[in-house]
């Protein structure tokens, strides 16, 4: 998801990290266009997504939460299975740090077998609660989504959520939304926004390099949802065939969101391959 919202943050340096305002130990680590939550606490550092795929951003990870905490890395939590988010590993497992990720998950890494991406050590079914050095942080499963692996990472104290490419934030579905589920997805934002939450923190900055959404940024992605999935069908009704569906079809409400051009069509037709052909 990347090249339109790098084009408008090109300013930005290759990774920071920063302070979740109002706590006092969550943080966002941000590697070029994606970014992953970590949490220090008294006895040690719950790391999420490596961000590390076939690039150096796990060593500059490490290196910053050294400048927050000399205590142990203890866990490595996945958000989904999907290498971009977490490849490059396996620097935090030499460092001793336990890895958990969905059942789904492990699954799909143990079938792919790529070398980037370290197993991970204990799974999660629907939910599970880790109480460790003072903070709690829910692991939950809210059914299949933007992948059939996803976690929803919730922070209860902090009405914290990290949530990773089930909500874009102001962002369109990468591509032809490969690996979702439909309408599954639909079914997992209500269940999210459901939850009691206030802030979330995105796989992905939205435009302008915003990395924090809330609840307006789930209800505006099933929005969008709901109006790709009317025009296709009303598309679809007239007879017009893929080709024409994506000339025709603009949702203008969305034009400033990063993926618009090169997406839009892309979106459009795996809807049009799920209304017309129920695949
Ligand atoms: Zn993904």
């Known amino acids: 998801m990347a090249t339109p919202v790098l084009a408008?943050?090109?300013?930005?340096?290759?990774y920071d990290t920063t302070k979740v305002d109002g706590t006092d130990n969550v943080y966002i680590f941000r590697y070029e266009n994606h970014q992953a939550m970590f949490v220090v606490t008294k006895a040690g550092v719950i790391?999420?997504?490596?961000?590390?795929?076939?690039?150096?951003?796990?060593?500059?990870?490490?290196?910053?939460?050294?400048?927050?905490?000399?205590?142990p890395i203890r866990y490595v939590i996945y958000s989904h299975s999907h290498y971009d988010h977490i490849g490059g590993g396996q620097r935090f497992k030499d460092l001793g740090a336990t890895f958990i990720a969905h059942k789904n998950a492990k699954a799909r890494i143990e079938e792919l077998k790529s070398a980037d991406v370290v197993v991970p050590d204990q799974v999660v079914d629907k939910k599970k609660v880790i109480r460790f050095g003072g903070t709690t942080l829910e692991l939950l499963y809210v059914g299949r989504n933007h992948s059939d692996s996803s976690l929803v990472m919730r922070l209860p104290k902090e009405k914290i959520i990290f949530a990773v490419d089930i909500i874009p934030l102001q962002g369109l579905p990468f591509r032809v939304m490969a690996d979702t589920y439909l309408p599954d997805l639909?079914?997992?934002?209500?269940?999210?926004?459901?939850?009691?939450?206030?802030?979330?923190?995105?796989?992905?900055?939205?435009p302008g390099g915003r990395q924090i959404g809330t609840k307006d940024d789930v209800r505006n992605q099933l929005a969008y949802l709901q109006d790709l999935s009317a025009a296709v069908k009303k598309a679809i009704s007239e007879g017009k065939n893929y080709a024409d569906a994506v000339k025709e079809i603009k949702l203008p409400k969305y034009e400033q969101w990063s993926g618009y051009g090169p997406y839009l069509p892309l979106n459009i037709e795996r809807y049009y391959d799920y209304i017309y052909r129920g695949i």
């Open 8 to 14: 408008q943050t090109a300013q930005r340096p290759v």
């Open 47 to 71: 790391v999420t997504d490596p961000i590390s795929p076939r690039r150096p951003a796990a060593k500059a990870y490490i290196e910053e939460i050294r400048k927050i905490t000399p205590a």
């Open 186 to 206: 639909e079914e997992s934002l209500k269940k999210v926004n459901a939850m009691d939450w206030d802030r979330l923190i995105a796989g992905h900055p939205g």
